[in-house]
């Protein structure tokens, strides 16, 4: 595995509706791709990771949380064909991955990501969304397991190799 060029966060708000469990997505603006996606980015220099899912939060979607109420659910490692991003653009970074269940504010359009939609874990959008979430995002919203691994992303954007495993929660 190649060492990580960044550290990325990757948070997703959820919450129950009735008798199913849903999550916000929203795509970001001004991009190259329209994907739907949780909120999440950089680590900045000096930021701790939670610091700076915090932070991105807040940025994309207008809600407020606390450290304390982060849940974390792994990482994963990205290597991206560089034609994606352009030469030393991060084409591998880590990925941290948190599930939120508590915040203060509703998730809203902001000048970083689209109008936020909300949808039920056990049919999400994937036609619509990054091609390797298929194969975990469901298991950390829907099973809640933490996931481990590594995903190498084409020129297509298409996974073209994988390698993840999951953790039961306790």
């Given at each position: 595995?190649?060492?990580?060029?960044?550290?990325?966060?990757?948070?997703?708000?959820?919450?129950?509706?009735?008798?199913?469990?849903?999550?916000?997505?929203?795509?970001?603006?001004?991009?190259?791709?329209?994907?739907?996606?949780?909120?999440?980015?950089?680590?900045?220099?000096?930021?701790?990771?939670?610091?700076?899912?915090?932070?991105e939060l807040s940025k994309?979607?207008?809600?407020?949380?606390?450290?304390?109420?982060?849940?974390?659910?792994?990482?994963?490692?990205?290597?991206?064909?560089?034609?994606?991003?352009?030469?030393?653009?991060?084409?591998?970074?880590?990925?941290?991955?948190?599930?939120?269940?508590?915040?203060?504010?509703?998730?809203?359009?902001?000048?970083?990501?689209?109008?936020?939609?909300?949808?039920?874990?056990?049919?999400?959008?994937?036609?619509?969304?990054?091609?390797?979430?298929?194969?975990?995002?469901?298991?950390?919203?829907?099973?809640?397991?933490?996931?481990?691994?590594?995903?190498?992303?084409?020129?297509?954007?298409?996974?073209?190799?994988?390698?993840?495993?999951?953790?039961?929660?306790?």
């Open positions: 595995m190649s060492r990580p060029d960044r550290e990325m966060t990757l948070c997703f708000l959820v919450r129950e509706s009735g008798l199913s469990r849903e999550v916000v997505l929203a795509a970001k603006k001004g991009g190259k791709w329209d994907y739907l996606n949780g909120y999440g980015g950089k680590v900045e220099g000096g930021q701790s990771v939670e610091d700076a899912v915090l932070d994309e979607s207008s809600v407020v949380a606390a450290a304390t109420d982060l849940k974390y659910r792994g990482y994963i490692d990205f290597h991206v064909a560089e034609e994606l991003f352009g030469e030393g653009k991060g084409r591998n970074h880590r990925c941290h991955i948190y599930v939120l269940e508590k915040w203060q504010g509703q998730p809203c359009e902001t000048k970083e990501m689209g109008q936020p939609e909300w949808y039920c874990v056990r049919s999400l959008p994937f036609d619509r969304m990054w091609s390797d979430d298929r194969y975990w995002v469901e298991q950390v919203l829907v099973y809640d397991q933490r996931v481990y691994g590594e995903v190498y992303l084409g020129i297509k954007r298409e996974v073209t190799k994988m390698s993840v495993r999951f953790v039961d929660v306790i």
